[in-house]
């Protein structure tokens, strides 16, 4: 009986283990956003983040992460299903079609970040604020928990960046639009979150992590140098600028990613080779502007 017991705990638990990680980008465009804005021990010479702000992220993290924001980039996706609170804020859903976020203005229900509950605020971009602005207590007393503000921000600024976690309300930013991956069955939101990543990496860069990141680190440097300081930059005093990037991520969504998969759709090469730079912008974006909001916010 006790056996038996074991075996089916035993069973359950590595049956949650296995549980595919379905939402934000996937552990491997996390991780790379992440990575980009911190920038590993082999770009010591090219850091994004001011000291300052290095020393901060070091004092933040959590021991097992070894100094390495990238290990724990995906923290947000584990922690959503017990702290259910924060599920809404990993996305934005706007008006189907329209392919513009409504920035959140003072009058009432004009804006597109709210939860289901028509709650203002919470989404994405509600999240970023929020915890960018916990973050500039650091060094004061704060109530908040700056290690997991530092965790949620650096997951939110991947996800925003994901075009469709900024997509159309019906079909939950294509999460119920069913297409097939070259044989596979999927829904389009996994293809932008994990596959069109985890085939550029087998197809591209020997299914290593490393060297996507590196390609993408050295087209900041080369092939988008002039347009980096323009992503870096917010307008006035902001400190971080995320409805920016929920307009871009709507449009993008638009342009690249609703565009010919519709339901039922097989996406293949042809879709993979067109939306792979777009990905690989997004994920520049990305880790470019979490290192320029943790510079903004640590000094
Ligand atoms: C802001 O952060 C607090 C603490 O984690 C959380 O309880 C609250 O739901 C967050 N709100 C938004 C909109 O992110
Ligand atoms: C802050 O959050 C982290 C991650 O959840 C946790 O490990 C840590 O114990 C928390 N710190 C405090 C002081 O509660
Ligand atoms: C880097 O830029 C080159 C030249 O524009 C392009 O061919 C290549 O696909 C880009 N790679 C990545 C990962 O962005
Ligand atoms: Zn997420």
Not at 35 to 46: E, L
Not at 79 to 98: G, N
Request: charged share 25%.
């Amino acid at each position: 009986m006790k056996k038996c017991y074991k075996i089916q705990l035993l069973a359950t638990l590595s049956f949650i283990l296995l549980l595919p990680n379905t939402k934000g980008w996937g552990e491997d465009g996390h991780a790379i956003v992440c990575r980009i804005a911190q920038v590993t021990n082999d770009f010591p010479s090219s850091s994004r983040l001011s000291d300052s702000a290095a020393d901060a992220v070091k004092n933040l993290l959590p021991k097992y992460a070894q100094n390495d924001l990238g290990s724990v980039c995906s923290w947000a996706d584990r922690v959503r299903f017990y702290l259910h609170w924060s599920s809404a804020l990993h996305f934005a859903d706007t008006p189907d079609k329209l392919c513009n976020y409504h920035f959140d203005q003072l009058s009432e229900n004009s804006g597109d970040c709210k939860d289901q509950d028509g709650e203002k605020g919470r989404c994405v971009v509600g999240a970023i604020k929020n915890y960018t602005d916990q973050l500039l207590g650091y060094g004061k007393d704060t109530q908040y928990n700056l290690t997991q503000a530092l965790l949620f921000l650096s997951h939110f600024m991947g996800d925003v960046h994901q075009p469709l976690h900024v997509g159309f309300t019906s079909d939950k930013g294509g999460n119920l639009i069913n297409i097939h991956w070259y044989r596979r069955k999927q829904n389009l939101h996994h293809v932008w979150d994990v596959n069109i990543i985890e085939t550029a990496e087998e197809r591209f860069y020997d299914s290593d992590i490393n060297g996507f990141t590196k390609a993408i680190q050295e087209n900041i440097t080369k092939t988008w140098s002039d347009q980096v300081r323009g992503w870096e930059t917010c307008n006035s005093k902001e400190t971080t600028c995320p409805d920016i990037y929920a307009s871009e991520g709507i449009e993008a969504a638009c342009k690249w990613a609703y565009k010919d998969a519709p339901e039922g759709s097989v996406l293949e090469d042809d879709y993979f080779l067109s939306r792979l730079p777009e990905v690989s912008l997004r994920l520049a974006q990305g880790g470019v502007r979490l290192a320029a909001t943790l510079n903004r916010i640590f000094g």
